[in-house]
């Protein structure tokens, strides 16, 4: 169920994930780690060919290999930085090259910054954050979704968060950058869900993955904020199960694991008045 709608006003389009062919593919960013190498993996069990994306050449490769022998898909690799619009520019002409078409466009690429008051943040890290987590997904989107309602079939799965469904002091930027996400997709979702393309935003709660150690967010229980909250922690490859069955069920929003949803669902009902002094105790760093 969408975290933000009741049965039976759930989010949903008549679309799915389209069956794969021998020239179409699910472009995966973010796929060297975590969430996105476990969505390449479920991808390529269910016979998508694969373009994984990230700027770790050799996990790429790696995973490539493992996939491509499995489960016997055609798996290319582009390492790129796709906080830069050059690199990240050349994707859709690479792609070509290759004779392969997008079909399926995972935008899961991402970071968060925070653990401290923005006034304090490093600038330039601020922007890269906006450059991966925003502007990356808005341009992969540009570069493939006129395609994909041109030809009546695709998917989208962009990666959003809990973070980004209320602002978060001490996370003012990684939360404002989600929500920016879960925005967007929920709105294209509604335009292009009767043109035979369908889109959803995973909004996960904490997942086991690098992301923390890169985070790095601590709270004021002096916990970093994944041991913060117990029992919400969810593993990758649920995260992706929950993202690749949302674009099968052709779902608007998929928040993973019911605690966190249950969450989700109640603090809707809660004004900001009440919930951003909280959430700012919880957040400030010890
Ligand atoms: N973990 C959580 O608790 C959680 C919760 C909600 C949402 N999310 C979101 O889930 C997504 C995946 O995160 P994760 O948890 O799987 O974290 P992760 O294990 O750290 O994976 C992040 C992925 O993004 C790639 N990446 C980072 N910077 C990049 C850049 N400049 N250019 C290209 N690729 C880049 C990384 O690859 P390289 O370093 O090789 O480039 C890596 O493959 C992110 O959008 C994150 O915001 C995570």
Request: net charge neutral; charged share 20%; no cysteine.
């Amino acid at each position: 169920m969408p975290y933000t709608d009741f049965p039976p006003f759930g989010g949903t389009s008549p679309m799915s994930l389209p069956e794969p062919t021998s020239t179409s593919v699910a472009l995966v960013t973010g796929a060297s780690s975590g969430i996105g190498s476990e969505i390449a993996r479920l991808l390529a069990k269910r016979g998508f060919g694969l373009v994984l994306v990230a700027r770790r050449k050799e996990r790429l490769v790696a995973l490539a290999e493992e996939l491509g022998e499995q489960h016997g898909v055609r798996v290319e690799t582009i390492a790129a930085d796709l906080g830069k619009p050059t690199p990240r520019g050349k994707i859709p002409g690479r792609i070509e090259e290759l004779g392969l078409e997008v079909e399926v466009l995972i935008n899961n690429a991402g970071f968060a910054t925070g653990g401290e008051p923005f006034h304090r943040a490093d600038p330039e890290r601020e922007l890269e954050q906006v450059r991966l987590d925003v502007e990356a997904v808005v341009a992969l989107t540009s570069a493939f979704l006129p395609a994909m309602v041109e030809r009546g079939r695709g998917a989208i799965l962009n990666v959003a968060s809990t973070a980004g469904m209320q602002p978060m002091p001490y996370s003012a930027g990684y939360a404002a950058a989600k929500a920016y996400v879960l925005s967007f997709s929920e709105a294209i979702h509604q335009e292009v869900r009767r043109r035979g393309v369908t889109v959803t935003a995973l909004a996960p709660g904490p997942v086991e993955t690098e992301f923390w150690q890169i985070a790095g967010w601590e709270t004021s229980t002096g916990k970093s904020f994944e041991r913060a909250v117990p029992g919400a922690m969810i593993s990758p490859e649920q995260a992706a199960r929950a993202g690749v069955e949302g674009l099968e069920n052709g779902e608007r929003v998929v928040v993973p694991g019911l605690p966190i949803r249950a969450a989700m669902l109640a603090s809707r009902y809660i004004p900001h008045a009440l919930k951003l002094p909280a959430l700012a105790r919880f957040m400030k760093p010890n």
